[in-house]
Nanobody, 117 residues
Framework: QVQLVESGGGLVQPGGSLRLSCAASGTIFSIVPMGWYRQAPGKQRELVATITRGGTTNYADSVRGRFTISRDNAKNTVYLQMISLKPEDTAVYYC???????????WGQGTQVTVSS
C-alpha cells in the first residue's frame, strides 16, 4: 500500500529556513528517483527538486542554490532543506516519485509552507 507522509512545514519569515521530511511506505520508494513538488494557490503543481537512488540531484531554477534535497534509503525518507525562503515559496509541498508510471496517482496530504512577515 502506497503511503506518503510529509511533515515539517509551517509559517516562517522571509529569509528563514525550514526542513521538510517525507516518510514513504513501500520498498519501491527506496529505489526510484524521488522528488519534492509544490502547489501554490491557483497554480499547477510543480516539481522543484529530484534525487536519484544514488544521490544525484536536480533543481528547478526558482529554488536552485536555496533548496537541498536528500534521502535516506534505509529509512525510506526524503528531505528538503530550504533556506533563504521567499514569499513566492509559499505553497503546499508534496513528495513523490520523480516520474509517474501511467495510472499512478498516489499523493500524501502535503505540508503547508507559508513565508510571510
Amino acid at each position: 500500500q502506497v503511503q506518503l507522509v510529509e511533515s515539517g512545514g509551517g509559517l516562517v519569515q522571509p529569509g528563514g529556513s525550514l526542513r521538510l521530511s517525507c516518510a514513504a511506505s513501500g520498498t519501491i520508494f527506496s529505489i526510484v528517483p524521488m522528488g519534492w513538488y509544490r502547489q501554490a494557490p491557483g497554480k499547477q503543481r510543480e516539481l522543484v527538486a529530484t534525487i536519484t537512488r544514488g544521490g544525484t540531484t536536480n533543481y528547478a531554477d526558482s529554488v536552485r542554490g536555496r533548496f537541498t534535497i536528500s534521502r535516506d534509503n534505509a529509512k525510506n525518507t526524503v528531505y528538503l532543506q530550504m533556506i533563504s525562503l521567499k514569499p513566492e515559496d509559499t505553497a503546499v509541498y508534496y513528495c513523490n516519485r520523480a516520474t509517474m508510471p501511467q495510472g499512478y496517482d498516489y499523493w500524501g496530504q502535503g505540508t503547508q509552507v507559508t513565508v510571510s512577515s
